[in-house]
């Protein structure tokens, strides 16, 4: 059967403004026109939020990307890695039965995932793969965590101002440390 190609999505999503989602913007965009899209056909939804904060009703990339969807013209969303989806497995289930319901492909492109098949059905493969890369996304959150937090409680305990209201009677000095004011 031959699909009539409409319109794609690029969902790009870094999470600090030092970051640049550029690469990633270029790479999809090269998957996209691979796949058949033309350059009026490919729209891009770029965001630098926190893909572990925000809950899904606060990230405005996949807001965009929904009000894009219920327009009724585009049919395919593509992603660099599942993690810039969301790292956490609530978020993304969510989002792959919302995608799933409306026959909406999803293409991933590190690893290389395709989630529907031809009718429009999901790929029971594509869906074990996406589960795994659901799960490891949200390891690799916690682990993050973990780390951040290990490394402010070692800042903390050196005497470090690792950020918050400064104690009655402290200031920090200029290297980022505790120290008594004496005014």
């Given at each position: 059967?031959?699909?009539?190609?409409?319109?794609?999505?690029?969902?790009?999503?870094?999470?600090?403004?030092?970051?640049?989602?550029?690469?990633?913007?270029?790479?999809?965009?090269?998957?996209?026109?691979?796949?058949?899209?033309?350059?009026?056909?490919?729209?891009?939804?770029?965001?630098?939020?926190?893909?572990?904060?925000?809950?899904?009703?606060?990230?405005?990339?996949?807001?965009?990307?929904?009000?894009?969807?219920?327009?009724?013209?585009?049919?395919?969303?593509?992603?660099?890695?599942?993690?810039?989806?969301?790292?956490?497995?609530?978020?993304?289930?969510?989002?792959?039965?919302?995608?799933?319901?409306?026959?909406?492909?999803?293409?991933?492109?590190?690893?290389?995932?395709?989630?529907?098949?031809?009718?429009?059905?999901?790929?029971?493969g594509a869906e074990t793969i996406f589960t795994l890369y659901a799960q490891l996304a949200e390891t690799?959150?916690?682990?993050?965590?973990?780390?951040?937090?290990?490394?402010?409680?070692?800042?903390?305990?050196?005497?470090r101002f690792e950020g918050g209201r400064v104690t009655l009677g402290y200031k920090v000095n200029e290297?980022?440390?505790?120290?008594?004011?004496?005014?």
């Amino acid at each position: 059967i031959y699909k009539v190609y409409m319109k794609c999505i690029l969902l790009v999503r870094v999470s600090t403004e030092q970051q640049s989602y550029d690469a990633q913007m270029k790479e999809l965009h090269e998957v996209a026109l691979r796949a058949g899209y033309s350059e009026k056909d490919i729209t891009p939804v770029a965001e630098k939020e926190s893909g572990i904060k925000l809950s899904e009703e606060e990230r405005a990339g996949l807001n965009k990307m929904k009000e894009l969807i219920e327009t009724g013209v585009y049919d395919c969303v593509f992603a660099w890695e599942i993690s810039r989806i969301a790292r956490r497995k609530k978020i993304l289930f969510s989002i792959l039965e919302y995608l799933v319901e409306r026959k909406i492909q999803l293409v991933i492109k590190e690893p290389y995932l395709h989630l529907l098949k031809s009718d429009g059905t999901i790929d029971e493969g594509a869906e074990t793969i996406f589960t795994l890369y659901a799960q490891l996304a949200e390891t690799e959150m916690r682990n993050k965590m973990s780390r951040f937090k290990r490394a402010k409680d070692e800042g903390y305990a050196k005497g470090r101002f690792e950020g918050g209201r400064v104690t009655l009677g402290y200031k920090v000095n200029e290297d980022g440390f505790w120290e008594i004011d004496e005014e």
